[in-house]
């Protein structure tokens, strides 16, 4: 009975560590120390004494680490707002780098300017009207009219059933005079996206070899045949 408890007594204990990951850890920490204590009562009179002690001790060390913890929390997320605002109040934003995993502070405008820039000195030119539905209705047409390569069941999943227009995303290229930026396409949402990748997954797969002769006296029969 008293190896039983002990047993037990020590599992509730490392149970404690585990309490700093959640949200409530104030609560569950009474908790242990309320079972903990009906775990030592049930050990012999001599030994519980000893048994407070040592539970005493871990569950200081415990509650010392969590609001330490608590407290590095709370000034991480007090500089994470403050950053926010400070990008807010000033117009700027956070965007990616185009090498590595850096983030770069810029102000909006700029960023607008170096995208216009871009779109310019490469002949891009505005269109009068969305597209995108004339897209969708012609690869659904063309989706339903491959039957030899999509099933009935794999065209349900092919087609976009919101379709957006692609979005572009300017990752800046610090190592360049000037940081030009580096176009990032994002058409996930484009009307011919799932048909192109399952397309694409289809190309991949190797093609069918022919069947090789598996005996010498196929080999020599085939070899042999008149035409």
Known sequence: MCVGVSVWLVGVISVWHAIQHTANWQDQLDQ???????????????????????????????????????????????????????????????????????????YKQDYHNKVHKFLTDNKFQAIPRNPTDKYQKQITQTIKQRNLIFSKEQTKHLMQRNPKPPTLKAQLKLHKAGNLIRPVINNRNAPSYKAAKRLNKILKQPALKPRQPSHNNELSNSSTRPD
């Open 32 to 106: 242990s120390s309320h079972g903990t204590e009906q775990a030592i009562r049930q050990l012999e009179t001599k030994i519980q004494e000893a048994y407070r002690i040592l539970a005493a001790k871990k569950l200081k060390q415990l509650h010392s680490t969590l609001n330490s913890s608590n407290t590095v929390q709370k000034r991480q997320t007090y500089l994470a707002k403050n950053i926010h605002h400070k990008i807010k109040q000033n117009s700027a934003m956070i965007t990616q780098a185009d090498k590595g995993k850096t983030l770069v502070i810029m």
